[in-house]
Structure formats: C-alpha cells, structure tokens
C-alpha cells in the first residue's frame, strides 16, 4: 500500500485523474462520426487531425493538466486505432473514409495510414510524458484497457504486441530505463534457463 501511494505521489493524483478522463473521451472519440453524420471511420475522427489542434493550443498555454490531458487522449486514440487496425475482414465498414465525398480508401491504403495515425499518436502520447513513472502508467493504462474489451473486441494478442512494441520502441527513445530492464530480464531469463536441469 505504501508502494502505491509513493507511486501515486510520483506520478501526482491530478494527472491521474485526468489523464484516465482524457483516455476514456479519447476511446470514444473516433465514434463520434456517427454523431456528426459522417461516414463511420471518416479521417476527421480515424486520425490525429484533433490532436494536432489540442497540441497548437498546448504551445500557448503549457501546464501538467493539459500535458496529462493530451498524453490520454493520444494514447486512447492509439489504442483505438490498433483494435481497428485488426478487423474481421478489410471490407466497406473497416476501411477509411474520405470526408464530404463519402468515397472509402482502398484496403492497402487504409492498413499504411492506420499505421501512421498509431505511430503519431503514440508519439504524441509519449511526449507528454515526463518520467518513467508515467511511461509505465500510460502503459498500465492502455493494458488494462486490451484487457478489458478482448469480450467486446473478440481480439487480445495481436493489438496488445503491437501496441507494446511500438510503445516501448518509442519509450525506448526517452527513457534509458526501458533498455535497463530489457537487459536485466535477460539476464535474468539466461540465468533461469541455464539453472533448469533436464
């Protein structure tokens, strides 16, 4: 318990709160081209076109509230983008759509830019965050969440590698600490592999 409340400290309870705000808005946020009667996975919604308007008002007005805001919201939406990076079949309803002229992007195309909106976003994501304290929250975070919808989702694995991969890829670039404990689990895994005896 004393763990966690240290934990808690590190991080500070406020950025907490509202980055787990921001992820749940940011979760559902793609699905508001129904609410604006777009076309369902319009690129307005299925992209970081929003992010990018949150991060231009962020170089004018810089603060942890909006930084832990932005940091949730980007990770919720790559997240978002990786379950719909994996649909049942690459037909009408999962392909991206262009805006106004309602015409779908090919399946080809749809897969290059959902890679690239899941790399921006997570970018993103990770440059809102300031120590590994909130590297491994944001990552909690997003586990939890691939936990929580695999019954919704029907999909676990593969959404769950991928973002992991990308994420401590990225992460990898900021916090030295990702690559320390890559080793030491090495280390470790070696050492217990050589220690079995047959």
Known sequence: ????????????????????????????????????KLQHRSILTHSPLFLFLLLE?????????????????ALA?????????????????????????????????????FVIFIVISAYISLKMINTFEEFIFFGALALWTFLK???????????CILFMIIFILLGSTKFDEIEKNIVKGKKQIIHYVKNIKF
């Open 1 to 36: 318990m004393e763990i966690f409340l240290e934990y808690i400290d590190k991080v500070g309870l406020i950025g907490i709160i509202v980055a787990v705000t921001a992820f749940l808005v940011g979760m559902k946020f793609p699905d508001w081209d129904f609410k604006m």
């Open 57 to 73: 008002l962020y170089q004018k007005e810089k603060n942890d509230t909006f930084r832990f805001f932005i940091g949730g919201f």
């Open 77 to 113: 939406l790559a997240v978002h983008f990786i379950f719909d990076f994996f649909p049942k079949g690459w037909s009408r309803g999962a392909l991206l759509h262009l805006p106004v002229v309602r015409i779908p992007l090919s399946p080809r195309i749809s897969k290059i830019l």
């Open 149 to 159: 919808n695999t019954i919704k989702e029907e999909k676990f694995f593969r959404p």
